[in-house]
């Protein structure tokens, strides 16, 4: 087993997010945590990068102003971004972390970007999906 993958899930159970689903033959993890707001989020180490990402809703409202406003939501989060699939069907978070240097610190900044901008934005998030 890579040392980086390796390290990836012993973070992850550090930072109490239940392993749903391990493939290690892909080096990639579904972690969840309900009260932090995480479910089935992917975190697949590609070397020389982790790729984390959570599903946030799917587009019902396909507007420019939808698409406008998760840019500017992105300017206030911490790590990663509210991003869009290349299908244009569902909004995504997303972070990028080099494995390499990975420590334990900076996979807790990308969760706690996630739980507080799901905390700041979800009503809005889902007003907007909704207009």
Do not use: W
């Not at 990402?53 to 409202?61: C, G, K, S, T, V």
């Not at 992105?74 to 990028?96: C, K, S």
């Amino acid at each position: 087993m890579n040392e980086y993958y390796q390290k990836v899930i012993d973070y992850s159970t550090r930072l109490s997010l239940d392993i749903e689903h391990q493939d290690d033959a892909e080096e990639l993890i579904v972690v969840s945590n309900e009260d932090r707001g995480i479910y089935g989020m992917v975190m697949d180490c590609e070397y020389p990068i982790l790729i984390i990402e959570q599903l946030i809703y799917r587009i019902a409202n396909r507007s420019d102003k939808h698409f406008l406003q998760l840019l500017k939501m992105n300017r206030n989060l911490i790590h990663g971004a509210f991003v869009i699939d290349e299908e244009e069907t569902q909004v995504i978070f997303r972070d990028t972390l080099q494995l390499e240097h990975l420590d334990f610190n900076e996979l807790e900044g990308t969760i706690n970007a996630l739980t507080l901008g799901l905390a700041e934005f979800s009503g809005a998030l889902l007003k907007l999906n909704q207009q």
